[in-house]
């Protein structure tokens, strides 16, 4: 067993170190996120302030919003860039040919850059969020802390199967840009994550008659399951549910994304000098 | 051949560059479309909950929200050449070439590449213009036309001028800043909203340092007919997108100071 995992393990520790290497665009990447935050903030408190009754609080969706900022680096927007452009000058070849399980290589990829690209950033925006707002006077704005040790614990296991369910989508894409044989492919990932993950507004602040679907698509186990557990707006039975529709989902795309590949492996052609 | 003419070329060869792909153009335009249109949506459901924002209703947040759409999408449509100065031209030294030819080099800039994907953005920017003045129950004029058409011109400036300093700065930095994303995407984020929703340094931010608020937020208070909230008559609502040409000719100036410190990079 060991030996076997060696070789995704090697991938998954060198990705992660060369997500590191990138300190500039991570710092700018922090002073963006920043900025968005406090716009965010800002608009999210005059909305509240007419209203305050809401299926989350003001402070919760706060908090919602610095988490969104922190994790950013989660979410899968794209394909893996380095796989799109194997596809397109086709040494997409030098793929099929390695002796390992290409859609576990795949994963492990994903995984560590997910997480180094994240890792980089949660540390400087919680201590600006959490640390900084409220010592200088802005408490109201700033990133609270989990509702309650339980909800830390659970939230510790829903964001881990976020990384998974993001990893297993951008797994999925790759399979379909190299099915297609074009990165465009790939873009209808922003379309489908921005809006149902709960990046452009909480989905609990969505209609109220498109709740159930909201929590039950995939895209809720991305953002929004881990971030109302975390404040406890989902504790006990339905936390419980939230991270039952993420394991879910995780299963469903893996398994997707393995019989697409599988399909797509046994006929690949490749283009390219 | 006169400067306009010139860049109608650009416009033509580039159109023609793309359209080599249309298939992957149109998925780029529709993409595009998509994604803006998606956020907008997210707007109205915020006010299907919410009922109004400190007084403001959905449909006229709506025509702010198109406004400053249409205007950033009209620039970064043209300013492709500036938002990649530092990689495209200052690092590989490719600027030098661009100095020997007998054409000013914005012209050249400007005509290195058209992102007719914005054309997307643009549209939602006009779908917003057309919900807000669908829902709104104005009595339109052709000072009022104007006006928002001069709220548009204004707020195209100013964006053309961040991203002539931000090309600016990477004669000294070398590599594109990507922070001004910050102030333009976050800036059309800002800017769709009425300033008074802010709290006082925001809004100070988005008046004077980059006049968001001048070029967007007065003129379209005073087309609503809500001038009262921004606390100035709405007359300075006729004036204060001049704010917009302003920013962008004190980025000229800062450009030629940058062409002037220029020694290329090139190997």
Partial sequence: MSTLALPYLAILRARFVLMLQYRAAAFAGFVTQCWW?????????????????????LAQAITYTWLGQGLLGLLPWNADPEISEAVESGNIAYERLRPVDTHSLWFARAIAQKAGGTALRILPMFIAAAVVLPLIGLGEWSWRMPATADAAALFAVSITLALLLSSAFVVLLNVAVTALKTRRAANIAATLVNPLSGMIIPLALAPTWAQGFLFWQ?????????????????AGAAALEGIAAQVLWVALFMLAGRWWLADVWARVDTQGS | MGEFALILRYVRNCLRAQMLYPTAFMIRLVTQFTVTIVEFGGLWALFARFGHVRGWTFPEIALFYGVVSTAFSLVDMSTRGFDMFGPQFVKTGDFDRVLLRPRPATTQLVGFEFGFTSIGRLAQGLVAVVVAIALLDIDWTAAKVALLLWSVAGGAALFAGILILQATLAFWTVESLEIVNAITYGGVEAAQYPLDIYA??????????VPLGCVVYFPVAAVLGRSDMTGMGAWFGTVSPLAGFAFLALAFFAWGRGIGHYTSTGS
């Fill in chain 1, 218 to 234: 995939p895209f809720a186990g991305l953002v929004d399951i881990p971030y109302r557990i975390y404040f406890g707006n989902l």
């Fill in chain 2, 200 to 209: 006082s340094w925001f809004r100070k931010f988005l008046i004077y340092v």
């Fill in chain 1, 37 to 57: 935050g406090v716009i965010k903030v800002m608009v999210l408190a005059a909305f509240y302030a007419g209203h305050p009754h809401q299926p989350i609080t």
